[in-house]
């Protein structure tokens, strides 16, 4: 039995851009749809997108709101419910 790995935070280094000083840092934690979807068009462009999904799905309490690496949290209640079954099928 090998002991599970967390996914570290991502490596910023404010070049993304939720940390753009000309971009609206609510955008990432609205619940308006049309905020959602611009902050996940803006995530598809990060250089740490992979980094920062991995990050949210590992700690759900931590990502519980908002949009991270272009996900809304009920995306990623559903990513992490496809990938614990995959896990219990393998
Ligand atoms: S992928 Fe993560 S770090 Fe990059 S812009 Fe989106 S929320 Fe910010």
Redesign the pocket.
């Known amino acids: 039995m090998t002991a599970a790995t967390v996914a570290p935070y ?1 490596p ?1 280094t404010g070049s ?4 753009q000083a000309d971009t609206d840092p609510d955008l ?1 934690f609205s619940n308006d749809p049309m905020d959602q979807a611009e ?1 996940a068009e ?2 598809r462009t ?4 992979t980094q ?2 991995a990050y ?1 799905l590992d700690h759900p309490k931590d990502t519980e709101f ?5 996900t809304t949290p009920e995306q990623r209640r559903s990513l992490r419910r496809k990938f614990a079954r995959k896990d219990t099928t393998s």
Do not use: D, F, H
């Open positions: 991502p910023i993304e851009p939720c940390r990432w902050a803006l995530c990060c250089p740490v997108k920062c999904l949210a908002g949009t991270w690496a272009a």
